[in-house]
């Protein structure tokens, strides 16, 4: 039997990790309905929806304080580097192998995996493992794979049916998918108990794992941001992501900057939309994609004074902007280039977390250290390495100024008189919906 107590070095590496990613990278992490997860020693197999590569897992990773959780990644992962596999394989990440990245022939490997896996939940363990296989960046539920239901079942068996299984339906959700600065919702539903279909999985396996996938999807369907019309799909995700939305929100008495609300207001809006004609809101959609403007400037235009003063702004803190651009561009660039070497916007987090934090963020903080001490005091060096995070916030949300001043620069400059008219007329028909 494996030990659940995690090691001391396990807790501190998960605490620095947690600092940087829950400080610096998100702006805030919201995890609900933590009470829904059973007690540590519990055989417990997580079921959630699939986003974001490495940020999904992490989400979860936080909202269990008491216990180290078990997940199964993609095996190509394991061969980017032998230090990274290995450090890998010690948080707990297993391999799974696919048929679309590593051929028919090595999917027998799995079996290794699911053995472990299954060993694991037997002894106690928490499990996480997102059904939908692979992440994408889009706001509806996809087909779910029956290997969690399998897993579960299988590992049941092994003990002979002797002890209570239960898989945990739960949701992530994003402010945005890239960037930084964004918030993160981790959301529990209600643990699903193997043990009332252990006598129909012992004549019918299939009927079983069938039944607990029914309810298992309903559960994650009901908690994520889950847009059913395929066929308007395109128009609802715009609608719900333009200014429209917060506005939407406020109107139902929701705070749009608390995204726990905004994703209500969210599901709301969606159901409402679903099934209607969406004609104008495609036609502004499509009309503002090819103009390459943005909604915001629609929903609240700027004007020459606002923005003339906003460069004013941004000429008096260069000086702040030149020095905190270290590490603050190496951070957000090398990511970004693995990103799209790799050509999967998806991992663009994954990448940013796995490079910026277990590799930059310490390199940085040595050689900050070692080259403002040499030159200006060490006890100006260790202020400069505690300023790194609050430097780089600062010089995110000077880039973000930077380039929202100039958009609006273009926009002023733009006959938007067409544009406008689909917009007030794309405005009108959510507003007519929204009633």
Not at 247 to 254: P, V
Not at 312 to 322: D, G, H, N, R, S
Not at 421 to 431: F, G
């Amino acid at each position: 039997m494996e030990n659940r107590k995690t090691s001391l070095l396990y807790r501190c590496v998960k605490s620095y990790i947690g600092a940087m990613v829950n400080g610096l990278y998100y702006r805030r992490y919201y995890c609900l309905d933590t009470d829904n997860i059973p007690p540590d020693g519990t055989p417990v197999l997580i079921a959630m929806n699939h986003h974001c590569g490495l940020n999904d897992a992490l989400g979860v990773l936080f909202a269990m304080n008491d216990r180290k959780v078990h997940f199964i990644a993609r095996a190509d992962a394991f061969d980017i580097h032998p230090l990274l596999k290995k450090f890998m394989l010690w948080v707990g990440i297993l391999p799974a192998f696919r048929m679309m990245y590593q051929g028919e022939e090595s999917l027998s490997k799995n079996d290794e995996t699911f053995a472990l896996t299954e060993q694991r939940l037997l002894d106690g363990h928490t499990v996480l493992i997102f059904p939908e296989v692979r992440h994408l960046l889009v706001s509806y539920m996809r087909p779910f794979s029956y290997g969690y239901t399998k897993m579960a079942f299988q590992a049941a068996e092994k003990d002979g049916f002797q002890k209570e299984i239960f898989i945990l339906p739960g949701c992530n959700h994003y402010s945005a998918y890239g960037g930084f600065r964004n918030q993160i919702l981790v959301r529990f539903g209600t643990p699903v108990s193997l043990q009332p279909y252990y006598e129909l999985y012992k004549t019918k396996p299939r009927t079983a794992q069938r039944e607990v996938n029914k309810l298992v999807r309903a559960q994650v369907s009901a908690l994520m941001l889950d847009i059913k019309d395929a066929d308007r799909y395109d128009d609802i995700e715009f609608a719900r992501r333009s200014a429209f939305c917060d506005d939407y929100a406020r109107s139902k008495g929701l705070d749009p900057e608390q995204l726990p609300q905004k994703l209500e207001a969210e599901k709301r809006l969606c159901a409402c939309l679903e099934g209607q004609d969406l004609a104008s809101v495609k036609a502004y959609r499509e009309a503002l994609a090819a103009s390459g403007l943005e909604d915001r400037q629609l929903a609240f235009p700027p004007d020459w004074f606002t923005q003339i003063l906003k460069c004013l702004i941004l000429l008096i803190t260069l000086p702040i902007a030149v020095l905190a651009a270290w590490p603050a561009l190496p951070a957000w660039f090398i990511p970004w280039h693995f990103t799209k070497k790799v050509g999967d916007p998806a991992l663009e987090g994954s990448f940013t977390l796995g490079i910026d934090v277990l590799v930059l963020m310490p390199l940085a903080a040595i050689l900050t250290f070692c080259c403002t001490g040499a030159l200006l005091g060490w006890q100006y060096g260790l202020i400069h390495v505690v300023a790194i995070p609050f430097l780089c916030i600062f010089e995110w949300y000077y880039a973000r100024m930077a380039r929202e001043t100039f958009a609006d620069f273009r926009f002023l400059r733009t006959n938007t008189q067409d544009l406008q008219a689909l917009y007030r007329q794309a405005i009108s028909t959510l507003k007519t919906l929204t009633k």
